[in-house]
């Protein structure tokens, strides 16, 4: 259970990377508006992941308090 616990830390930090990585090669070619266009996606697939993670936590809270 630890290790999917890292794992999902590890993917949400390596999306940051690469997101910060694209969008910093992309400012310094000068093509700003594709940079932003970069971390919004970028910011878009974390949250998409986040939130999947906090359903799945409710769930399993619901699951203890109702599993009488």
């Known amino acids: ?6 794992n999902e830390i590890f993917f949400i ?5 690469l997101t910060a990585v694209i ?3 992309l400012k310094q ?3 700003e ?3 932003s266009w ?3 996606t970028g910011f878009i697939v974390i949250m ?9 936590l409710f769930n ?5 308090f109702l599993s009488n």
């Open 23 to 25: 969008h910093t090669v």
């Open 1 to 6: 259970m630890m290790g999917t616990e890292i």
């Open 13 to 17: 930090a390596g999306v940051g990377i």
């Open 29 to 31: 070619s000068g093509k």
């Open 33 to 35: 508006e594709f940079a």
């Open 60 to 64: 399993k809270v619901r699951d203890v």
């Open 38 to 40: 970069a971390t919004l």
């Open 48 to 56: 998409f992941t986040v939130v999947s993670y906090i359903g799945d």
